[in-house]
């Protein structure tokens, strides 16, 4: 088994993903775009229904059993409206949450809390979603010494509350962005003419502080990967018996990554193989949203 990190951008720690600035700097920009959006020039229905000294209180819950994230975006949301709401948040993110709990309690004009509702929701829903999945895979996965992690597939704008939202369901982080790291794909490769040229260049070119990443598809890319000196090697496709055997060729100061066709039915085939990482993109790009509701008081 390999130690260290994946590649210069770290293998995200999750107390940092979690700390309140990080989170502010993550979920602001997106918060307020998706206000404008769904705004416009305001909310016709609701200003037309209540005055500004309405006052109710309401209550968000999960009407499935999953992983909470976002729940900072509740606050952002009414914040933008100029605040005045009373929250009492009665989860934190991480934490699991069983069917029909009561996760938040809200108290506050009419017209904010009902104009900010669709907005909290989908970041909430979809957040939770992220990291109900990510959850699942660790637990079916069952091998500490094995990180889940998840790709640059990503929705565009969303990346970092998606990668955030995989840290809160016990995942980690690969790449943020391209600048992050060098990972040297079949694209590249061709274009290069062989793995030993691109790692070549990308070390006379980038510097020896940026860890390379090797994607391989068969055992003489695995032999050719580790002689050019690659820091990562990914074994693309490959079954869990075909990684065993591939695993026994890279050397121990090489880390091994996983990926392609990974999911919640195959992965405990994984389990003990010796690789480090396995990377998933379904869990940011097309995960199922977590049901959570809103009502106010009767």
Same mark, same amino acid.
């Given at each position: %088994?390999?130690?260290?990190?994946?590649?210069?951008?770290?293998?995200?720690?999750?107390?940092?993903?979690?700390?309140?600035?990080?989170?502010?700097?993550?979920? !602001?920009? =997106?918060?307020?775009?998706?206000?404008? /959006?769904?705004?416009?020039?305001?909310?016709?229905?609701?200003?037309?229904?209540?005055?500004?000294?309405?006052?109710? *209180?309401? *209550?968000?819950?999960?009407?499935?059993?999953?992983?909470?994230?976002?729940?900072?975006?509740? /606050?952002?949301?009414?914040?933008?409206?100029?605040?005045?709401?009373?929250?009492?948040?009665?989860?934190?993110?991480?934490? !699991?949450?069983?069917?029909?709990?009561?996760?938040?309690? =809200?108290?506050?004009?009419?017209?904010?809390?009902?104009?900010?509702?669709?907005?909290?929701?989908?970041?909430?829903?979809?957040?939770?979603?992220?990291?109900?999945?990510?959850?699942?895979?660790?637990?079916?996965?069952?091998?500490?010494?094995?990180?889940?992690?998840?790709?640059?597939? *990503?929705?565009?704008?969303?990346?970092?509350?998606?990668?955030?939202?995989?840290?809160?369901?016990?995942?980690?982080?690969?790449?943020?962005?391209?600048?992050?790291?060098? %990972?040297? !794909?079949?694209?590249?490769?061709?274009?290069?003419?062989? $793995?030993?040229?691109?790692?070549?260049?990308?070390?006379?070119?980038?510097?020896?502080?940026?860890?390379?990443?090797?994607?391989? /598809?068969?055992?003489?890319?695995?032999?050719?990967?580790? !002689?050019?000196?690659?820091?990562?090697?990914?074994?693309?496709?490959?079954?869990?018996?075909?990684?065993?055997?591939?695993?026994?060729? $890279?050397?121990?100061?090489?880390?091994?990554?996983?990926?392609?066709?990974?999911?919640?039915?195959?992965?405990?085939?994984?389990?003990?193989?010796?690789?480090?990482?396995?990377?998933?993109?379904?869990?940011?790009?097309?995960?199922?949203?977590?049901?959570?509701?809103?009502?106010?008081?009767?």
């Amino acid at each position: %088994m390999k130690s260290g990190i994946l590649s210069r951008s770290k293998i995200t720690n999750p107390a940092v993903q979690n700390s309140s600035r990080v989170k502010n700097h993550l979920f !602001k920009p =997106v918060v307020e775009n998706a206000l404008r /959006e769904d705004l416009g020039m305001g909310d016709i229905t609701t200003d037309s229904i209540f005055s500004d000294s309405d006052v109710s *209180t309401g *209550t968000f819950r999960c009407k499935a059993p999953g992983i909470l994230a976002g729940l900072d975006v509740l /606050e952002m949301v009414y914040a933008f409206f100029g605040g005045g709401v009373e929250i009492k948040l009665l989860k934190e993110d991480g934490d !699991k949450v069983i069917e029909n709990e009561l996760i938040a309690e =809200v108290k506050g004009p009419v017209k904010v809390l009902l104009s900010g509702e669709r907005v909290i929701l989908n970041i909430l829903q979809h957040m939770s979603g992220i990291a109900t999945s990510t959850k699942r895979l660790v637990e079916l996965l069952d091998d500490p010494s094995i990180s889940v992690i998840d790709t640059r597939k *990503t929705l565009p704008g969303l990346r970092g509350l998606q990668k955030y939202a995989v840290t809160c369901g016990g995942g980690k982080n690969h790449r943020f962005r391209l600048d992050d790291g060098a %990972m040297v !794909k079949d694209n590249h490769i061709k274009a290069a003419g062989s $793995i030993t040229k691109a790692v070549e260049l990308i070390r006379k070119n980038a510097g020896h502080m940026v860890s390379i990443e090797v994607e391989t /598809e068969n055992k003489d890319q695995v032999l050719e990967a580790v !002689k050019a000196g690659a820091n990562v090697i990914m074994l693309d496709n490959r079954s869990p018996e075909e990684v065993r055997e591939l695993v026994d060729l $890279i050397p121990d100061h090489i880390h091994v990554e996983i990926s392609g066709g990974i999911n919640p039915s195959n992965i405990a085939g994984y389990r003990g193989c010796g690789a480090d990482f396995i990377s998933v993109g379904w869990i940011t790009h097309s995960v199922k949203a977590l049901d959570i509701s809103f009502n106010l008081a009767q």
